[in-house]
C-alpha cells in the first residue's frame, strides 16, 4: 500500500517497481525525492491515488530487488557493475553518434546542434565523479565508514548529482524531450533512443545512491 504523503525517494526505496511509473511521469524520484510524492503529483497536475495504483499494478506483475534490504556492500556491487560500467560504455558511443548527426545534418533547422558538447561535458564529469566515488567514498562505506565519516563526501555526491540532473534537463530540452522530427535518419533516431535510455538508467542510478545507498551510511 502506497502512503501518498510518503516522499518520492523513500517510496522508491521502499518499493522499487515505483520507479518505472515515476518515469513514465516524469516525476523527479532521484534529486527530487525529497517531495512528497501527493505534492509532486498535484504539481505535475496528475492524480496522486491514480499513480498510487499504478505502481501496485506495476508491483503485482514484478518484483525487483529491495536494495533497502541487502548490506550496502552488496549495493555498491551492483551499482559499480551495472550504472557505472553501463555509462562508460554507453555514453562515448552516444556522444559519437551526437557528433555524427551535427556533422551531417548541422544545416536543418532540427539538428540538435550543441547536443556533442554538453555530452562530452557529460562524460567528463561522471568520469571524475565516478572515480570519485569507487577510490574514496565507496572504499569508505566498504571499510565501515559511518555518520560523520562520510558525511563531507556524500554532501559533495549529492551536490554533484544535483548538477547532473540539472545536465539531463538541459539534453531533453535540446533534443526535443526525445521525440525526433520526421526527417531523422536511422543513427539520428537511435541516438535519441539511446539517450532516453540514459536518462532513466541515470535517474536510477542517482536514485540507489541518494536514496537508498547514503541515508543507510548516514544513519548506521
Ligand atoms: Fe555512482
Ligand atoms: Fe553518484
Redesign the pocket.
Known sequence: MIDTNDTLGHIAATHPASTLVFLRHQLDFCCGGRQRMADACTGAGLDPAKIAEEIATEEATRSPERWDERPPAALIDF?VSH??EGLRRDLPVLLQAAQKVERVHGQKASCPRGLASMLEQMLDELTQ??TK?EQMLFVAIRGGGRGNAVHMPIRVMMQEHDDHGESLRGIREIATGFVPPPEACATWRALYAGLEKLEAELME?IHH?NNVLFPRALNA
Do not use: K, N
Open positions: 551499482i550504472y557505472h565523479h565516478m566515488e542510478h545512491e
